[in-house]
């Protein structure tokens, strides 16, 4: 779920001062990676709660982002007292300032005998990470750094609960029907086969011999041994000349009495089912594909996608957005999860052709797309023709408005690898891709 959600790449947008490369090494140079956070972001799912702890500078800008594992952090009550905060809103393309009051909660992470206390992301006042208390003579390097707390909500307590508990009894029952199969394996109660004596018994010597025969008797070797049953008739049976009628031996396989699969097989899969719709996972995202063709994969995909993985990117960017990039000035920068690219080129193709005839295409869109489809590095053109659409560049070439362009530079290369051209190439009429890369080697030397 982490893959298909928060770890298919990102985008920080805007500009400032601070670059987007400084951005992303100031947040991330000295803890884990953007995707190793999101992961852990949606392993709230498994145990309804993810903590990140945050770091600051001496600006107030976050500068560091770790993960807290879940098992290890507890809860204090809220404070009955509310703190004056000052927060930053974006309003209307402005960052503005706003005065509110809050009321804030301590974290403590439990490792064997050792705790360590951290406040409440913004939380403004300097807490001991040794007492958990309001310690006012702290240095700012000694304070408790602040956590972020991710749940999946549950009313009546102020922890989160996992997606899946309201299949508790489905997962217990898997649980205990594997446990049975494994005991049958383990244990093999019933026999390969069972020797049948009537009027008569067996004697210990073939007991033992049978044994040995069965448990020992291993690989091409024991094809051709002999195994010989000795028995004895039954005395009382005799006749009253003494004659003791001999006894009757059957050896009866037992193979058909075995359990040839393992049980509650449609049990299970209808519990895997249960667990999986509380999630509204398709199947086809855990592996199970048997039945699937490429339009109900493709259909499949789409509603995953806007169902499931696009609302938990919407969360995610919320949750970067609204707190990490908030003591960055916010009205300069945004941060967006991307979605997977599933591309089909004929269909980008003709994507392509419909925004050409309707004139929203540009030279520097062609060559994004070509880059996200191909994975290449075809730089933009710089040129100011570069993005108006094909028709109005053109347009403007026909009318000498371009006085640099002629059509000929733009469809050149197009003609002479299809049509030799009777008319010599002059110094002066290049073709696009020529042109581009003498400007691109121009701006290289200075």
């Known amino acids: 779920m982490a893959i298909n959600s928060v770890n298919q790449g990102s985008q920080i947008q805007g ?23 999101g992961g852990e972001i949606l392993s709230g799912h498994s145990m309804g709660n993810a903590f ?47 005065r509110v009051r ?64 309201n299949q508790m009894p489905a997962i217990l029952g898997s649980r205990q029907a594997e446990l049975t199969n494994l005991d049958f394996f383990r244990e093999n109660a019933i026999p390969a086969m069972a020797l049948l004596v009537a009027g008569g018994q067996v004697t210990q010597d073939s007991v033992e011999d049978i044994e040995e025969q069965f448990l020992a008797a291993r690989g091409r070797s024991s094809m051709n041994r002999i195994l010989v049953i000795e028995s004895r008739g039954d005395e009382d049976a005799a006749s009253q000349d003494g004659n003791i009628p001999s006894p009757k031996m059957e050896l009866k396989p037992l193979q058909n009495e075995r359990q040839k699969d393992a049980l509650f097989q449609e049990y299970d899969k209808n519990n895997m089912a249960k667990v999986r719709s509380s999630f509204r996972m398709p199947p086809i995202f855990v592996g199970l594909a048997q039945d699937y063709t490429h339009a109900t994969a493709k259909t499949s995909f789409e509603v995953a996608e806007s169902q499931i993985f696009g609302p938990e990117r919407a969360k995610s960017d919320d949750m970067w957005n609204l707190r990490i990039l908030s ?50 590095e075809i730089p933009v053109i710089e040129d100011e023709w570069g993005d108006m659409p094909f028709q109005i560049t053109t347009t403007l070439v026909a009318n000498a408005q371009l006085p640099d362009l002629s059509l000929g530079d733009i469809q050149g290369e197009i003609n002479a690898s299809s049509t030799p051209s009777p008319v010599p190439q002059t110094e002066t009429k290049i073709t696009l891709r020529r042109r581009t890369r003498a400007l691109n080697d121009e701006d290289q030397k200075g």
């Open 15 to 37: 500009t400032t001062p601070l670059s987007k490369e400084a951005l992303r090494k100031a947040l991330f140079a000295k803890g884990p990676s953007l995707p190793k956070i």
């Open 52 to 98: 990140l702890e945050v770091g600051r500078d001496e600006q107030g800008r976050v500068c560091l982002i770790s993960w807290l594992p879940a098992h290890t952090v507890r809860l204090t009550n809220k404070e009955d007292e509310a703190v004056d905060v000052e927060v930053t809103l974006p309003r209307e393309g402005t960052a503005r300032t706003q």
């Open 102 to 165: 809050k009321t804030f909660r301590r974290f403590v992470q439990i490792v064997g005998t050792r705790r360590v206390f951290f406040k409440e992301f913004g939380d403004p006042r300097p807490i001991d990470p040794g007492t958990g208390r309001v310690n006012e003579e702290l240095a700012p390097v000694d304070q408790a750094t602040e956590v972020i707390h991710l749940r999946v909500y549950a009313p009546g307590t102020p922890y989160g609960v996992p997606r899946w508990i």
């Open 327 to 376: 003591t960055y000035l916010p009205k300069f920068w945004s941060f967006r999860s991307l979605p997977p690219r599933i591309t089909d080129p004929s269909e980008v193709i003709e994507a392509v052709k419909t925004f050409n005839v309707i004139g929203s295409l540009t030279p520097n869109v062609g060559v994004g797309l070509v880059n996200d489809l191909f994975d290449l």
